[in-house]
């Protein structure tokens, strides 16, 4: 095993296994898509089997560890990048589940240790998750872009991978894919696009779309009801706040009409001239109340 990996349990050769990953940072700046991995770990009684030690890759000035209480004593909760093995019921193949969080320091390394455990598993396919702000209202289903190595991935998830023309900075997933595909490994990653004006929390929207295709291309079934169940609270959090403000209501509608004239698969600009009502008010009004119901709920 790779020397910056901790083992937490057995590492062994599984049935024609599969990595999923997603890593809040760049590539999921509000945990949508690491919440849809978190599902699966819960849903599919995932056993942990490694974990990566922050202490190579983290700058904890930057991102600092939390403490808590637990039964009088004090916890350091370190970032975590964890990884766990799971066998859902009626899948013929095992699948290999990271949800972690983008790390600051040696992203080569950091890819070379994930490739080492995938090698001890003999997994050769990755689909890699993340999220990004879009101009998509919440009141639709949100749409998913595919990019992918094969084009077997267009058929097992019913999208289309066109070529990205894109060029600039990415995030560690960009980089773990480029590493993976670089080995002639199979590798798909699914992007959910977010209202750009919702920022607060994970989206239980975009990790309900995320597994609904993890299912249809594997063949699982993974139960979404407590993710419907937030998704609802949440669009009728948000809501309340967007009923207060005619200009946010009316943003919401144009966007509406936008999505249901063009059902896009890449995401939506906002128009150029458009004067969006995502102004620093309104997010903080609407930050406060989504904070305020969850610290209600809690």
Known sequence: MHEALRPLGEVRALRDPVLIAAFTGFTDGHGAATNAVRALISKWDAQPVAEL?????FDFTVQRPRTRTEEGERILEWPENRIYIASPEGSQRDFVLLAGVEPHLRWRTFCEAIEDLLRETGSTMSITLGAQP?????TRPLPVNLSASHTEFEEMFGLKAPTSRYQGQTGIVGVLNVHLRGLGWRNASLWGMAPHYLTVGPNPSIAIQLLSLIDRGFGTSTSTDDLR???????????????????AKQYVQQLEEQYDANQPQTP???PADLDLPSTPELLDDLEKFLRDQRRDDS
């Not at 030690?53 to 890759?57: K, L, M």
């Not at 609802?232 to 948000?238: I, L, P, R, S």
């Open 268 to 270: 939506l600009a906002p």
């Open 229 to 247: 169940e937030e998704a609802a609270a949440f669009e009728e959090q948000v809501t309340q706040v967007l009923d207060e403000s005619d200009e």
């Open 53 to 57: 030690d922050p202490e190579r890759f």
């Open 134 to 138: 879009s101009a998509v209202p919440h």
